[in-house]
C-alpha cells in the first residue's frame, strides 16, 4: 500500500525544534482504548479491524510526503497502546514511519475501579515509561499527563521534581526505548503559566494543551514557540461543542500563529478532517 500523503509541501509544518516536518494534523487515538468523549452512551468498543482499517487511512491522509505521521496515546487510553502495537507489529513499513507519542502518570484501570487514576511520579514514569514501550513497540515522544482534575500543586511538585526531571532527561539522552523527545501535556492554564515563569518547560521539546489555551495564555505560548517549542493544541472538537461547526474549530486552530499542530480525536470523520489543513493553506 501506498503510504505517501499527497499533500502539497506547503501544509507541512517545522515541529519545534526536533527537525521534523509535519502534517499539522496528528492523530489522536484515545477512542480505541476507552469510552470518549465523556459521558458518551453511543460509544461502542472498536473491533482491531476497525482500528486497523482507520490507522492505514490515516497514514496515508495525515502524513508528509515521506510518509511520516502522529500518532498520540497515553497509558491513561485504556488499551490504545496495545492496540496500536498489534496494528504496527502487523505493518512494521508504518511502524517505521510514525511518530509515536504517549504520557506517563495515568491509568484507566484505577478509574474503572473508582479511585482517582493519575499520579504523575516518579515511580509512575518508571512504570508506565516500559510498559508503554513493551506495548508499543518504541516511543519517540513522550509526555508528563498533567489533567486539569490533579490538584494544581501535585502537578506543579511533578514538574518542580528534580529526580524526575533528571530522570526523563536520562532517557532522552539515552534514546531508552527510542525516546527522542520530551513534553508536557498540561490542561490548567494556571499550572502552564506557574510551570512557564518558573522555567520548567525549558528542558522540554513540546507543549501540548487544549483548544481554549492560546486565549488564555497567548504571551507564553509565543514565547515558548519563538524558544524553538514544538505547540500542540487537543480536543478542538470537544472544547468548541455547540459553539462552532467543526470547520471553524479547526479553521481556529489551524490559523493561529504559534501552533505546530492539531490533533485530531476523530473516528468517523477523518477525510474531512484531513482537508482542512489544504483548505486553510489556500
Known sequence: METHSP????????????GLKLFPIGLGTIWF???WPPKND???DPSQEEIDTFMLSAAESLANS?????????????????????????????????????????SYEKEVGGEFGFDPSLASLVSDFDASVRRLGRVDLLYYHLVSSLPFEVSMAALRNAELTATLRGYRAERRGGLRWLGASISDPKVFVAAYKEGLLDFLDVLQIPMFFPNEVANEIEALFKAGKAIVLNSPIRYTAGKQ???EA??????????????SGTRTHLAETAAYPLIFAN
Open 33 to 35: 482504548g476507552r469510552p
Open 7 to 18: 499533500t502539497s509541501t506547503a501544509t507541512v509544518r517545522p515541529f519545534g525544534s526536533t
Open 250 to 263: 479547526y479553521r481556529q486552530a489551524l490559523t493561529q500563529p504559534h501552533v505546530s499542530m492539531v490533533l
Open 245 to 247: 461547526t467543526p470547520f
Open 66 to 106: 515521506d510518509g511520516v505521521f502522529m500518532v498520540d496515546t497515553a497509558a491513561a487510553y485504556g488499551t490504545s497502546e496495545q492496540r496500536l502495537g498489534t496494528f504496527f507489529g502487523s505493518h512494521p513499513e508504518l511502524f517505521a514511519k510514525a511518530v509515536i507519542a504517549t504520557k506517563f502518570g495515568g
Open 42 to 44: 453511543s460509544y461502542t
